[in-house]
């Protein structure tokens, strides 16, 4: 079990860098404004009363997110039971990130004040992290499923 836990973080991670090239290509295009990441973690640390330097948020935000992809991906190889094919592993891949979206930013998120909720923010954004947790979802389960899964 920890071994599985070990491969989904490290596919999370992995799978951020390309969510993460999503978000940037929407934000070029006007589409998102402050990015949530960076919107979350001020948030966080405005909670805690923590007031780092722009260049220690901005490492923060990196952090933070890469290690939530991290949580995630373990947790989705945890949940992860059979080996798939490529093609059913991305889409269930991206099932997942929908599923992790729904749970952020029709959730947690807007509960704790941080960020609209999707109908409520700005348009582009809630389709543009829509998208990229597909991404991070179908990078997630290709990559787990290049590894056996225990059943």
């Known amino acids: 079990m920890l071994q599985r836990a070990a491969a989904g973080a490290a596919a999370g991670l ?11 290509a929407a934000q070029r295009l006007g589409l998102m404004g402050d990015q949530p990441p960076a919107k979350i973690t001020d948030a966080m640390l405005d909670a805690v009363d923590l007031d780092p330097t722009r260049t220690q948020r901005d490492w923060l935000t990196v952090a933070a997110h890469l290690g939530f992809g991290a949580g995630v991906g373990a947790l989705f190889a945890l ?11 991305a889409l269930e891949g991206a099932a997942y990130g929908t599923l992790v979206w729904t ?27 829509l998208v990229a947790h597909w991404v991070f979802g179908a990078a997630l389960g290709l990559l787990l499923a290049r590894r056996p899964a225990v059943t």
Request: proline share 12%; no cysteine; charged share 20%.
């Open 14 to 24: 992995v799978a951020t860098l390309p969510m993460t090239a999503v978000m940037l």
């Open 79 to 89: 949940l992860r039971r059979r080996r798939h094919t490529a093609a059913r592993a």
């Open 103 to 129: 749970t952020s930013y029709a959730g947690w998120v807007p509960e704790l004040g941080i960020m609209p909720r999707p109908a409520d923010d700005r348009p582009g954004r809630p389709s543009s992290m």
